[in-house]
């Protein structure tokens, strides 16, 4: 097995800490956190298993709080014109975001790639001074009283530590900064999913959440002419699964649904998720920080 240093990285020591905050995940929580830290004069590395920034469609839509979250931060210019989103919904149930206060700067919702806000929120992380050091994955975690020691591993195996005063768990749901610090996570496993797959070559009406007798159906066009397809087969219950679901489930749970055939386009993307519900037990253990 090949081993790596890091020339900036100090032997595993008690001496002062290498950084900081160590801040694992490079998602939009993460980046963001480690700008806001960069801003206010802390040492902020950023470790990110993935070699390249994420490719998948995820979250595109923001709303009115993270708008003026954005916006404090002068971000809204970088991050360009933004489509209106239109209407949102509450549970599939429509429902008007404006309403509320009509006059607020940013009410509505807006449209804006997952992947457009990391790029940006990135690029002002690494412009205020943060070090993203991707392709490490977080697997050792030991809080050592006055510091943190961190141990991360590369592709082709190669091991680095890193001291910092606080680590910050931004790696999403499955975290491993939760499990390594033993953070509490009680709550419930699914008890329904939702299919859903990015198709091309299909011409199907757009549907904004629509409650049919079989199911819920969701359909809308981006702007690349494919459409984006959720699903939910009333009654039916999540899957053991080792993978995504296959188009043919998806384009079968759309013709129960909505009696439209999709089988013949070419699936761009295929996801499902789930209402599994849990929650942290607490947010802090010691130097360890959980930020969802
Ligand atoms: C497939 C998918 C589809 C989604 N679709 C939608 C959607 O349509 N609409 C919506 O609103 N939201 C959607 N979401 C949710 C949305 O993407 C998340 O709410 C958002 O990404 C959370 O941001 P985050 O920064 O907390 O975590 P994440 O974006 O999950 O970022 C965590 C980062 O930590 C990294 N990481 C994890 N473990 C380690 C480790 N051990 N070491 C180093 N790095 C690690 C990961 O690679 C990742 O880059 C989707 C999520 C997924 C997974």
């Not at 797959?197 to 757009?206: E, Q, R, S």
């Amino acid at each position: 097995m090949s081993v790596t240093v890091d020339a900036d990285v100090v032997p595993d020591t008690d001496a002062v800490p290498d950084t900081d905050v160590v801040v694992v995940g490079a998602g939009p929580v993460g980046l963001l956190l480690a700008g806001d830290l960069r801003a206010q004069g802390v040492r902020a590395d950023v470790l990110e298993q993935l070699a390249e920034p994420m490719t998948e469609s995820r979250a595109s839509t923001l709303h009115a709080r993270t708008m003026e979250v954005f916006a404090d931060r002068g971000l809204l210019g970088r991050l360009g014109e933004l489509p209106d989103g239109g209407p949102g919904h509450f549970g599939g149930i429509r429902l008007d975001l404006t309403a509320a206060d009509p006059r607020h700067p940013y009410a509505g919702q807006w449209k804006c790639p997952q992947t457009r806000l990391e790029a940006v929120l990135q690029e002002r992380a690494v412009e205020l001074g943060v070090r993203v050091r991707r392709g490490r994955r977080l697997v050792g975690l030991e809080d050592r009283g006055g510091h943190v020691k961190v141990e991360t591993v590369t592709a082709d195996g190669g091991r680095e530590r890193l001291t910092a005063r606080f680590v910050a768990g931004c790696d999403g749901w499955r975290s491993t900064v939760r499990r390594l610090a033993g953070f509490g996570f009680a709550g419930h496993d699914a008890t329904r999913e939702m299919l859903r797959a990015d198709v091309a070559g299909i011409d199907i009406p757009d549907r904004r959440f629509e409650r049919l007798e079989n199911g819920l159906a969701t359909a809308y066009r981006w702007p690349d002419g494919s459409t984006r397809v959720m699903v939910h087969v009333f009654g039916s219950t999540p899957r053991r699964r080792h993978g995504p679901p296959g188009f043919a489930e998806i384009a079968d749970a759309w013709a129960e649904v909505t009696g439209e055939r999709i089988g013949h386009g070419q699936p761009l993307w295929l996801n499902v998720f789930d209402n599994t519900l849990r929650q942290a037990s607490r947010y802090r253990r010691g130097r360890v920080f959980l930020v969802p």
